[in-house]
């Protein structure tokens, strides 16, 4: 199926490993241009190179943290300024501060903190600074990366679910806000993909047994549905959050 991005330009954030790495190539592979954003500069511009190459793509970098205003600004004049529009958004942010812990647990006030600047004020950053930029493009998505968690709360994972589930009604509210927009919002909701933090962080054999597939999916497979809410075949889609999870979720 022909996705329709070729040509466009794609902000993915927190692009330099893991899902959003994943997610960039992905994009590139159907022939959008992108625009890198995370912290580290070296991996970006190393992705940059390796993307250009393969896929005759163009790629802008640019080098900053969601969560500080001043950086997200830089960003959004960096598009303002360097490019022609941007088309599409893929929010991906960084993971909680490890080991997870049950709510009780959390007691450490600093660790809130630091999972609120990552997965709630980092993403409304982005959110407030790069989505105006957008309104009234052809075809324009947004496309949240969230966590199963969201709908079925996992085991030592209070930090993730309780901002996230805060994002998930940022994106609620930004999806009925901008549906007369040209806008579309949605959230893709990863469970026991194959990241190098979720082989780090769990027990493979254990976890594959909460998959009722019983394996763990790839990267790819959740990249490719990322591209698909990108397209232009989900112009009459928003404001919903589709589990990509092996059938973890339980709920109807």
């Not at 990267?219 to 698909?228: G, H, I, K, N």
Request: hydrophobic share 45%.
């Amino acid at each position: 199926m022909e996705l329709g991005i070729k040509g466009k330009l794609a902000l993915v954030t927190a692009s330099s490993a893991g899902l959003g790495a994943a997610i960039a190539n992905k994009l590139a592979q159907e022939g959008a241009d992108l625009i890198l954003f995370s912290r580290n500069l070296k991996k970006l511009n190393d992705m940059a190179e390796y993307l250009q190459k393969n896929y005759s793509v163009k790629v802008h970098v640019v080098s900053g943290d969601m969560s500080i205003e001043k950086d997200v600004q830089v960003l959004s004049q960096y598009i303002k300024n360097q490019t022609s529009g941007l088309d599409i958004l893929v929010l991906n942010s960084g993971r909680p501060p490890t080991k997870m812990q049950e709510v009780l647990l959390e007691k450490d006030l600093s660790r809130w903190n630091q999972a609120h600047q990552t997965q709630l004020w980092g993403p409304l950053l982005i959110v407030q600074n790069i989505i105006p930029l957008m309104i009234g493009r052809v075809d324009a998505r947004v496309v949240g990366i969230s966590s199963a968690s969201v709908k079925q709360p996992m085991k030592k994972h209070a930090l993730s679910t309780v901002y996230r589930a805060g994002v998930a009604g940022i994106f609620k509210h930004l999806a009925n806000e901008l549906a007369d927009q040209g806008v579309t919002v949605n959230l893709i909701s990863p469970a026991s993909i194959g990241t190098e933090a979720l082989v780090s962080s769990y027990n493979m054999q254990d976890r594959i047994q909460q998959v009722p597939m019983k394996r763990i999916g790839t990267p790819e497979e959740f990249a490719s549905v990322v591209a698909f809410f990108c397209s232009i075949h989900t112009g009459f889609i928003t404001g919903i959050n589709v589990n990509v999870d092996g059938g973890m979720i339980l709920g109807m």
